[in-house]
Protein backbone atom coordinates (compact mmCIF):
# COMPACT_ATOMS: atom_id res chain seq x y z
CA UNK A 1 0.00 0.00 0.00
CA UNK A 2 0.94 3.50 -1.19
CA UNK A 3 0.86 5.98 1.95
CA UNK A 4 -0.40 9.52 1.40
CA UNK A 5 -0.33 12.25 3.63
CA UNK A 6 -3.66 14.72 3.50
CA UNK A 7 -2.44 17.31 5.93
CA UNK A 8 -1.64 21.04 5.15
CA UNK A 9 1.80 22.61 5.09
CA UNK A 10 0.56 25.70 5.59
CA UNK A 11 -2.10 25.72 7.96
CA UNK A 12 -1.24 27.34 11.70
CA UNK A 13 -3.03 26.65 14.73
CA UNK A 14 -5.80 29.03 15.53
CA UNK A 15 -4.97 32.20 17.50
CA UNK A 16 -5.76 30.89 21.35
CA UNK A 17 -8.99 32.22 22.82
CA UNK A 18 -7.17 34.39 25.21
CA UNK A 19 -5.90 36.21 22.55
CA UNK A 20 -9.37 36.48 20.53
CA UNK A 21 -10.65 37.76 24.23
CA UNK A 22 -8.17 40.94 23.83
CA UNK A 23 -8.50 41.43 20.29
CA UNK A 24 -12.16 41.83 20.59
CA UNK A 25 -11.57 43.78 23.70
CA UNK A 26 -9.40 46.15 21.43
CA UNK A 27 -11.95 46.23 19.16
CA UNK A 28 -14.76 47.30 21.15
CA UNK A 29 -12.83 50.30 22.62
CA UNK A 30 -11.48 50.95 19.14
CA UNK A 31 -8.31 52.56 20.25
CA UNK A 32 -6.07 50.62 18.11
CA UNK A 33 -3.53 53.07 17.19
CA UNK A 34 -0.56 52.42 19.90
CA UNK A 35 -0.56 56.01 21.48
CA UNK A 36 -4.76 56.46 21.46
CA UNK A 37 -4.83 55.60 24.98
CA UNK A 38 -6.83 56.93 27.91
CA UNK A 39 -5.38 58.57 31.15
CA UNK A 40 -3.77 55.48 33.04
CA UNK A 41 -3.95 53.15 29.88
CA UNK A 42 -0.65 51.81 28.96
CA UNK A 43 -1.60 49.78 25.81
CA UNK A 44 -1.54 46.90 24.36
CA UNK A 45 1.72 47.33 22.68
CA UNK A 46 3.38 49.06 25.03
CA UNK A 47 2.74 46.41 27.52
CA UNK A 48 3.93 43.65 24.41
CA UNK A 49 7.44 45.80 24.21
CA UNK A 50 7.51 45.56 27.99
CA UNK A 51 6.62 42.19 27.87
CA UNK A 52 9.34 41.02 25.31
CA UNK A 53 12.47 42.92 26.46
CA UNK A 54 11.64 41.22 30.05
CA UNK A 55 11.07 37.71 28.54
CA UNK A 56 14.36 38.15 26.61
CA UNK A 57 16.58 39.85 29.12
CA UNK A 58 16.62 42.80 26.94
CA UNK A 59 16.63 46.72 28.15
CA UNK A 60 14.65 47.93 25.47
CA UNK A 61 12.17 46.56 23.10
CA UNK A 62 10.29 48.67 20.18
CA UNK A 63 7.21 46.65 18.28
CA UNK A 64 7.16 47.40 14.64
CA UNK A 65 4.76 46.19 11.38
CA UNK A 66 6.72 43.43 10.40
CA UNK A 67 10.05 41.54 10.53
CA UNK A 68 11.35 43.09 7.38
CA UNK A 69 10.71 46.67 8.69
CA UNK A 70 12.44 45.81 12.01
CA UNK A 71 15.67 44.81 9.91
CA UNK A 72 15.67 48.23 8.43
CA UNK A 73 15.15 50.58 11.22
CA UNK A 74 17.85 48.42 12.86
CA UNK A 75 20.28 49.41 9.87
CA UNK A 76 19.26 52.83 10.17
CA UNK A 77 19.52 53.05 13.85
CA UNK A 78 22.93 51.77 13.48
CA UNK A 79 23.78 54.66 10.66
CA UNK A 80 24.12 53.08 7.54
CA UNK A 81 24.27 55.32 4.71
CA UNK A 82 23.10 54.94 1.06
CA UNK A 83 25.87 53.15 -0.61
CA UNK A 84 27.16 51.64 2.31
CA UNK A 85 28.10 47.75 1.74
CA UNK A 86 26.59 45.24 4.49
CA UNK A 87 27.39 42.14 5.04
CA UNK A 88 24.83 39.21 4.83
CA UNK A 89 23.91 35.58 4.56
CA UNK A 90 24.13 34.00 0.88
CA UNK A 91 21.73 31.56 2.67
CA UNK A 92 18.47 34.01 3.54
CA UNK A 93 15.12 34.82 2.44
CA UNK A 94 14.06 38.03 0.23
CA UNK A 95 13.33 40.36 3.11
CA UNK A 96 16.94 40.46 4.53
CA UNK A 97 19.37 41.68 1.82
CA UNK A 98 15.89 43.74 0.65
CA UNK A 99 16.33 45.59 3.82
CA UNK A 100 19.50 46.57 3.05
CA UNK A 101 18.59 47.75 -0.28
CA UNK A 102 15.60 49.42 0.93
CA UNK A 103 17.96 51.81 2.92
CA UNK A 104 19.90 52.03 -0.59
CA UNK A 105 23.26 49.91 0.99
CA UNK A 106 24.41 47.27 -0.54
CA UNK A 107 24.42 43.56 0.38
CA UNK A 108 27.50 41.50 0.22
CA UNK A 109 27.13 38.34 0.26
CA UNK A 110 29.02 35.50 3.01
CA UNK A 111 28.79 31.67 1.77
CA UNK A 112 27.12 28.97 3.60
CA UNK A 113 28.12 25.75 5.14
CA UNK A 114 26.72 21.98 5.28
CA UNK A 115 25.18 23.02 8.74
CA UNK A 116 23.41 25.69 6.61
CA UNK A 117 25.33 28.61 8.57
CA UNK A 118 27.50 31.20 7.62
CA UNK A 119 30.62 30.43 6.24
CA UNK A 120 32.72 32.12 9.16
CA UNK A 121 36.05 31.71 7.17
CA UNK A 122 34.44 33.53 3.81
CA UNK A 123 33.00 36.01 6.72
CA UNK A 124 36.74 36.32 8.34
CA UNK A 125 38.28 37.01 4.41
CA UNK A 126 35.19 39.74 3.95
CA UNK A 127 35.25 41.46 7.64
CA UNK A 128 37.08 44.27 6.56
CA UNK A 129 34.84 45.09 3.47
CA UNK A 130 31.92 46.48 5.50
CA UNK A 131 30.89 47.95 9.37
CA UNK A 132 28.01 46.30 9.82
CA UNK A 133 27.01 42.14 9.04
CA UNK A 134 23.12 41.73 9.22
CA UNK A 135 23.10 38.31 10.20
CA UNK A 136 20.34 35.78 9.22
CA UNK A 137 19.77 32.94 11.26
CA UNK A 138 18.09 31.21 8.29
CA UNK A 139 16.11 28.24 9.19
CA UNK A 140 17.02 28.78 12.45
CA UNK A 141 20.42 26.91 11.90
CA UNK A 142 22.75 29.11 14.76
CA UNK A 143 26.50 29.26 13.70
CA UNK A 144 29.19 29.18 16.13
CA UNK A 145 28.33 32.59 18.12
CA UNK A 146 31.50 32.23 20.02
CA UNK A 147 33.74 32.72 17.19
CA UNK A 148 31.42 35.28 15.35
CA UNK A 149 31.36 37.34 17.82
CA UNK A 150 35.20 37.45 18.60
CA UNK A 151 35.67 37.67 14.85
CA UNK A 152 33.19 41.16 14.31
CA UNK A 153 34.33 42.26 17.60
CA UNK A 154 37.61 42.43 16.76
CA UNK A 155 37.03 43.78 13.49
CA UNK A 156 34.36 46.77 14.91
CA UNK A 157 31.45 45.28 12.78
CA UNK A 158 27.94 45.93 14.10
CA UNK A 159 25.67 42.43 14.25
CA UNK A 160 22.31 43.16 13.97
CA UNK A 161 20.65 39.69 14.40
CA UNK A 162 17.67 38.16 12.19
CA UNK A 163 15.91 36.17 14.55
CA UNK A 164 12.78 35.49 12.15
CA UNK A 165 13.86 31.49 12.34
CA UNK A 166 14.64 32.04 16.12
CA UNK A 167 12.32 33.03 18.33
CA UNK A 168 12.84 30.98 21.36
CA UNK A 169 16.07 29.49 20.65
CA UNK A 170 19.71 29.82 22.29
CA UNK A 171 23.23 29.37 21.98
CA UNK A 172 24.77 27.85 25.28
CA UNK A 173 21.72 28.86 26.88
CA UNK A 174 21.63 32.90 26.09
CA UNK A 175 18.78 33.85 23.99
CA UNK A 176 18.69 34.41 19.91
CA UNK A 177 19.18 37.71 19.13
CA UNK A 178 21.59 38.44 22.50
CA UNK A 179 24.98 38.49 21.11
CA UNK A 180 24.92 41.28 18.37
CA UNK A 181 23.83 44.90 19.03
CA UNK A 182 20.04 44.41 17.82
CA UNK A 183 17.98 41.51 17.58
CA UNK A 184 15.27 41.22 15.28
CA UNK A 185 11.91 38.94 14.75
CA UNK A 186 9.12 38.33 12.42
CA UNK A 187 5.35 37.41 14.19
CA UNK A 188 4.51 36.81 10.77
CA UNK A 189 2.15 34.46 10.02
CA UNK A 190 4.92 31.56 9.53
CA UNK A 191 7.24 32.31 12.30
CA UNK A 192 6.84 31.35 15.84
CA UNK A 193 4.01 33.80 17.13
CA UNK A 194 1.19 35.00 14.60
CA UNK A 195 -0.17 38.75 14.43
CA UNK A 196 -0.57 38.21 10.64
CA UNK A 197 2.32 41.03 10.16
CA UNK A 198 4.55 42.46 13.08
CA UNK A 199 8.01 43.04 14.25
CA UNK A 200 10.06 43.12 17.32
CA UNK A 201 13.48 44.81 18.16
CA UNK A 202 15.30 44.21 21.05
CA UNK A 203 18.77 46.28 22.07
CA UNK A 204 20.39 46.90 25.24
CA UNK A 205 21.97 50.26 23.48
CA UNK A 206 20.08 53.74 24.53
CA UNK A 207 20.79 55.29 21.44
CA UNK A 208 20.03 52.64 19.25
CA UNK A 209 16.69 51.76 21.32
CA UNK A 210 16.07 55.88 21.11
CA UNK A 211 16.63 56.35 17.11
CA UNK A 212 14.54 53.35 16.29
CA UNK A 213 11.69 54.89 18.29
CA UNK A 214 11.97 57.57 16.82
CA UNK A 215 12.51 56.16 13.17
CA UNK A 216 9.56 53.64 13.63
CA UNK A 217 7.27 56.94 14.11
CA UNK A 218 6.70 58.07 17.70
CA UNK A 219 6.36 61.64 17.31
CA UNK A 220 7.50 63.54 20.40
CA UNK A 221 4.96 60.33 22.31
CA UNK A 222 7.90 58.21 23.42
CA UNK A 223 7.06 58.68 26.69
CA UNK A 224 4.20 56.84 26.64
CA UNK A 225 6.69 53.08 25.74
CA UNK A 226 7.51 51.10 29.13
CA UNK A 227 10.74 49.72 27.29
CA UNK A 228 12.40 52.28 25.62
CA UNK A 229 15.34 54.91 27.05
CA UNK A 230 14.71 57.69 29.57
CA UNK A 231 13.42 61.24 27.69
CA UNK A 232 16.91 62.26 27.97
CA UNK A 233 18.20 60.11 25.34
CA UNK A 234 15.21 60.83 22.84
CA UNK A 235 17.01 64.80 23.75
CA UNK A 236 20.30 63.92 21.44
CA UNK A 237 18.45 62.73 18.75
CA UNK A 238 14.48 63.97 18.16
CA UNK A 239 15.62 66.67 15.70
CA UNK A 240 17.66 64.69 13.69
CA UNK A 241 15.77 61.09 13.48
CA UNK A 242 13.54 60.87 10.73
CA UNK A 243 9.99 59.32 11.39
CA UNK A 244 9.55 56.50 8.76
CA UNK A 245 6.51 55.35 9.68
CA UNK A 246 5.79 51.40 11.03
CA UNK A 247 4.38 51.31 13.70
CA UNK A 248 2.41 48.58 15.93
CA UNK A 249 -1.15 48.22 16.25
CA UNK A 250 -3.07 47.49 19.55
CA UNK A 251 -4.77 45.04 17.79
CA UNK A 252 -1.54 43.02 16.69
CA UNK A 253 -0.02 43.63 20.20
CA UNK A 254 -2.81 41.73 21.90
CA UNK A 255 -2.83 39.04 20.00
CA UNK A 256 0.88 38.68 20.86
CA UNK A 257 0.89 39.07 24.35
CA UNK A 258 -1.24 35.53 25.15
CA UNK A 259 1.12 33.71 22.48
CA UNK A 260 4.53 35.25 23.76
CA UNK A 261 3.57 33.53 27.51
CA UNK A 262 3.50 30.64 25.72
CA UNK A 263 6.51 30.58 23.23
CA UNK A 264 8.18 28.05 25.40
CA UNK A 265 5.45 25.01 25.06
CA UNK A 266 5.31 25.67 21.60
CA UNK A 267 9.16 25.42 21.12
CA UNK A 268 8.78 21.76 22.77
CA UNK A 269 6.02 20.94 20.78
CA UNK A 270 7.83 21.89 17.70
CA UNK A 271 11.37 19.92 18.66
CA UNK A 272 8.43 16.92 19.33
CA UNK A 273 7.70 16.93 15.29
CA UNK A 274 11.16 17.76 14.43
CA UNK A 275 13.12 15.25 15.98
CA UNK A 276 10.40 12.56 14.83
CA UNK A 277 10.79 13.88 11.73
CA UNK A 278 14.76 14.02 11.81
CA UNK A 279 14.93 10.08 13.36
CA UNK A 280 12.80 9.12 10.31
CA UNK A 281 15.10 10.41 7.66
CA UNK A 282 18.70 9.55 9.14
CA UNK A 283 20.67 7.05 7.50
CA UNK A 284 18.35 7.16 4.03
CA UNK A 285 20.99 6.50 1.54
CA UNK A 286 22.11 9.88 -0.58
CA UNK A 287 20.36 11.94 2.32
CA UNK A 288 22.45 14.11 4.34
CA UNK A 289 21.30 15.27 7.94
CA UNK A 290 21.90 18.83 9.07
CA UNK A 291 23.24 17.59 12.71
CA UNK A 292 22.73 20.29 15.31
CA UNK A 293 25.73 21.49 17.11
CA UNK A 294 25.51 20.97 21.26
CA UNK A 295 25.63 24.05 21.87
CA UNK A 296 22.65 24.84 20.19
CA UNK A 297 18.99 25.30 21.36
CA UNK A 298 16.83 25.21 18.22
CA UNK A 299 12.89 25.52 17.63
CA UNK A 300 12.69 22.91 15.07
CA UNK A 301 9.62 24.72 12.86
CA UNK A 302 10.76 23.58 9.67
CA UNK A 303 13.31 21.01 8.40
CA UNK A 304 16.21 20.72 6.33
CA UNK A 305 18.20 17.80 4.27
CA UNK A 306 20.73 18.00 2.09
CA UNK A 307 20.60 15.81 -1.53
CA UNK A 308 24.36 16.72 -1.80
CA UNK A 309 25.95 16.50 -5.49
CA UNK A 310 22.69 15.26 -6.91
CA UNK A 311 21.85 15.72 -10.66
CA UNK A 312 18.69 18.82 -10.47
CA UNK A 313 16.96 16.13 -12.35
CA UNK A 314 17.01 13.45 -9.87
CA UNK A 315 15.57 16.31 -7.05
CA UNK A 316 13.31 17.11 -8.81
CA UNK A 317 11.86 13.90 -9.43
CA UNK A 318 12.29 13.53 -5.03
CA UNK A 319 10.14 16.65 -5.30
CA UNK A 320 7.35 15.39 -7.75
CA UNK A 321 7.06 12.10 -6.09
CA UNK A 322 6.92 13.31 -3.13
CA UNK A 323 4.34 15.82 -3.56
CA UNK A 324 1.91 13.30 -5.15
CA UNK A 325 2.33 11.48 -2.02
CA UNK A 326 1.22 15.28 -0.26
CA UNK A 327 4.33 15.87 1.11
CA UNK A 328 5.43 19.56 0.14
CA UNK A 329 9.48 19.67 -0.22
CA UNK A 330 10.92 23.63 -1.16
CA UNK A 331 14.03 23.67 -3.23
CA UNK A 332 16.43 26.64 -2.53
CA UNK A 333 18.43 25.35 -5.49
CA UNK A 334 15.92 25.48 -8.22
CA UNK A 335 16.91 27.59 -11.34
CA UNK A 336 14.07 30.35 -11.05
CA UNK A 337 12.78 31.52 -7.45
CA UNK A 338 9.59 30.30 -6.70
CA UNK A 339 7.06 30.75 -3.59
CA UNK A 340 9.28 32.07 -0.40
CA UNK A 341 12.93 30.49 -2.03
CA UNK A 342 15.05 32.20 -3.76
CA UNK A 343 18.72 32.47 -4.10
CA UNK A 344 21.48 35.15 -3.76
CA UNK A 345 22.04 35.71 -7.97
CA UNK A 346 18.36 35.57 -8.23
CA UNK A 347 18.40 38.72 -6.54
CA UNK A 348 19.90 41.02 -9.48
CA UNK A 349 19.39 44.54 -7.79
CA UNK A 350 22.56 43.36 -5.82
CA UNK A 351 25.57 42.49 -7.76
CA UNK A 352 26.75 38.78 -6.34
CA UNK A 353 30.41 37.92 -6.22
CA UNK A 354 30.40 33.81 -7.16
CA UNK A 355 30.51 31.51 -4.05
CA UNK A 356 30.98 28.10 -5.78
CA UNK A 357 31.26 26.05 -2.33
CA UNK A 358 27.78 27.43 -1.16
CA UNK A 359 26.16 26.79 -4.94
CA UNK A 360 27.26 23.14 -4.39
CA UNK A 361 25.27 23.35 -0.98
CA UNK A 362 22.32 25.73 -2.03
CA UNK A 363 21.76 23.10 -5.25
CA UNK A 364 20.81 20.19 -2.19
CA UNK A 365 19.05 22.23 0.18
CA UNK A 366 15.46 20.95 0.56
CA UNK A 367 13.44 22.27 3.08
CA UNK A 368 9.97 21.76 5.10
CA UNK A 369 7.66 23.57 7.27
CA UNK A 370 6.35 21.93 10.21
CA UNK A 371 2.99 23.07 11.42
CA UNK A 372 2.28 22.28 14.82
CA UNK A 373 -1.06 21.09 13.18
CA UNK A 374 1.19 17.96 12.57
CA UNK A 375 0.62 15.08 15.21
CA UNK A 376 3.29 13.05 15.61
CA UNK A 377 2.13 10.21 13.86
CA UNK A 378 1.58 12.59 10.79
CA UNK A 379 5.57 13.28 11.58
CA UNK A 380 6.52 9.86 11.19
CA UNK A 381 4.44 9.08 8.18
CA UNK A 382 5.60 12.69 6.23
CA UNK A 383 9.60 10.92 7.32
CA UNK A 384 8.36 7.37 5.66
CA UNK A 385 7.49 9.11 2.67
CA UNK A 386 10.52 11.55 2.19
CA UNK A 387 13.16 7.96 3.08
CA UNK A 388 10.88 6.14 0.36
CA UNK A 389 11.08 8.48 -2.28
CA UNK A 390 14.69 9.56 -1.93
CA UNK A 391 15.84 5.30 -1.46
CA UNK A 392 13.57 5.23 -5.19
CA UNK A 393 15.05 7.71 -6.72
CA UNK A 394 19.06 7.21 -5.34
CA UNK A 395 19.07 3.38 -6.45
CA UNK A 396 17.62 4.45 -10.31
C1 LIG B 1 10.03 36.22 7.38
C2 LIG B 1 11.45 36.58 7.39
C3 LIG B 1 11.89 37.90 7.57
C4 LIG B 1 11.00 39.10 7.56
O1 LIG B 1 9.84 39.02 8.18
P1 LIG B 1 8.50 39.77 7.69
O2 LIG B 1 7.80 39.93 8.99
O3 LIG B 1 7.83 38.88 6.73
O4 LIG B 1 8.90 41.07 7.10
C5 LIG B 1 13.24 38.13 7.67
N1 LIG B 1 14.12 37.13 7.58
C6 LIG B 1 13.76 35.87 7.36
C7 LIG B 1 14.81 34.83 7.26
C8 LIG B 1 12.41 35.55 7.25
O5 LIG B 1 12.05 34.29 7.01
Known amino acids: MTEIFTGSFTQQEPIPEEAVEAALAVLRHGRLHRYNVVPGEPGETALLEQEFAAQMGAKYCLAVSSGGYALATALRAVGVQSGDPVLTNAFTLAPVPGSIASVGAKPVFVGVTENLTIDLDDLEAKLNHARVLMLSHMRGHLCDMDRLMQMCDAAGVVVIEDCAHTMGAAWRGQLSGRQGAVGCYSCQTYK ?16 LAAKATMLSGSYMLFERHLAAPAPEAFEKIKYTTPNVSGRMDNLRAAILRPQLRELGRQVQRWNERYDKIEAGLRDTPGLTIVERPEEETYVGSSIQFLLLDWSP ?24 PTGFTSRYDSWRYADSEPLPSSDRILAGVMDMRVPLTFSLDDCRLIARIIRSEVGSVFQS
Open 313 to 336: EHIAEVIRRCAARGVELKWFGGAE
Open 192 to 207: HVNSGEGGLLITDDEE
